[in-house]
């Protein structure tokens, strides 16, 4: 017997960009990473997709990108842009991939050309999706538009759709080349869609940055009111800390540690028992309060400590509970607990706070303590 | 405006193993692996699909797979092993995908567990793509079973189906965890499978490797008797060259270069317009002829030299022309050019020959000189 062995390393680099107004005429950011990015020997063409609910409070978009492209020569814009549904549905039916998809053919991207999308996280998971899979991957742009969006899932490197009912079953690893948050898409957000966001914040403060967690906890009020200067702060400490774990870490997961998902086994399960009316950062809330809850339980935390969480979540505006955790449905729990097993592959992997600032990872779960997790939970709500 | 700079590499190693009888009960080349890959705290599944065309000859695979598992408990080997077409239907007919991702789901492989393709390029290509796709990557095994497949495609680190009738529009870069060159599988290919893979040699020589050009001009008689040994041995050095230039170069291919690519162009035309009755191998032996001619006709190659590849190419038993070259199908070669420039993105690069041994990257071609290039071609045919 004889073996050749393969090993390499692919490097990959990309900037999160904060910024306002990106398409004003005399904002350039995005024409400057565009006309310098990689060969520039050709003219490269770049493909917009919006989603729905961003364009209807944005609708001056399509002209604007128009004009913005209209004063230069160096990039060509596809003639259309297109206006897809955003959140679940977006992932759910693929007729909206095959749009996609079918774009990027018609208006020739290839692979040193651009699919820029903006909108909510679903919608860029789609997008990205579609991008990554085309011509074996052609240079993808998020620009998000909602906190969630912003501080957590845009700058990470998933994309996804979902199949045979399972979420997120379709996808992969592939970095965008570029992200723009941009905080005027946050004016319009709704109060639910402005809050969502902020759980993944308190997630990441809680599992690694105690610091970030007591200004969370300062910074309550303000971001429930609606102050944009302290929710594009939020949005920046927090983007910094997942893109930080990110590579400092295993980028594409090839083990089985996942310690950015803190609260999220019973977040997925509520999410799809609610059939998504429930929405993420909604859901996250509630999964970190019971996580939490459970950290307590097994004494890693005080009492105390847990009431600041649940303090700082309902003070932002979160209600801390949903139906489908009820006694009576205790299969929704394992399944919950067994269903995120399945995805990430390999032994359960849950992350739990062994202080406040610093997350764990535990491979077994005690089900009448996670129970009375939820029966304690239950109470929260006043 | 503020940015935050996310950078990391990632790192890809695997093996390619050459054996024979990989599920005989005393070979346990395949199992070792298994057990020693990734984290060992837990069993992993395995689900294996086979090329029918592979399984037409190889019967006994089912039966042989089953007890090659049930002698040990530390792999669980999925109930159903999948029978699917091989060759160009596979890619072109989303259902086998369908298939493909409704077993890695109903069979539970995670992310820790291993799907594993026995089977030509095509199939192997299809099913490194579900693999690739279904939980944002499974582990993937491939088993290359034609000469083609074992000497570059096999080996390489991309996958493809085809979509709104464009050959490997949807794909990705997607090392597998190991590959299996098994050479019982070649005693029962058919002649035209058997030579096929021997073009992807000889192009791989000619861009790369003089000497081993000169070993295939010594043993070509005995290729086309099919003597296995002599066989065996141009698959490893061929399989090492193409190995190597994926690890010294640009893996995931994200800038314009592609000199693997030498005879492709017209390859893939040829093999579309003739609806795929022309194999992948016997398309690039007409595209390296038609290269090497254009290359002679450009004055880097001597008139000797051009003699020495286009005997060379005919002693395997290659016919180098095809009607689909025809004069008055001025267009084919026209849009063949354009395709592989829209495939690959950027500026038009092909490789041409600058000497035997040595391939030279290209950005524009005479139209007229190519055309006399096929006119010349068509006088090989006696």
Redesign the interface.
Known sequence: ???????????????????KSLFSSNNK?LLNFLSNF??T??Q?KILFLIDEGVYEKHSYLIDSIKNYFRSQNQISLAEEILILPGGEPVKNDSQYLDKT??AI?KF?I????FVAAIGGGAFLDMVGYAS???????KHIRIPTTVLSQNDSG?GV?N?IN??G?K??????S?PVAVFNDSDFLTTLSDRDWRSGISEAIKVALIKDLEFFEWLEENAQAMANREIEIMSKQI?RS??LH?NH??SGD??????ARPLDFGHWAAHKIEYLSNFEIRHGEAVAIGIALDSIYSQLLGFITDQETNRIIQLLKKVGFILYHESLEENDKMNLWEGLNEF???????LTITILEKLGKGKEIHEVDFDLMKLAVDRLKLTID
Chains 1, 2 share one sequence.
């Open positions: 017997m004889s073996v050749i062995h393969q090993a390499f390393q692919v490097p990959y680099s990309f900037n999160i960009i904060f910024t950011e990689g060969e020997s050709f490269k998809l079918h053919n020739g290839d692979r040193h050309s990554c899979i085309a011509h074996r991957g052609v700058v998933k996804g199949f045979s399972k997120n079953f379709l996808g992969t690893f970095p920046f983007a910094a893109t990110i590579s980028p594409f997961e090839m083990g089985s097993r399945e995805h990430l592959g390999g032994r």
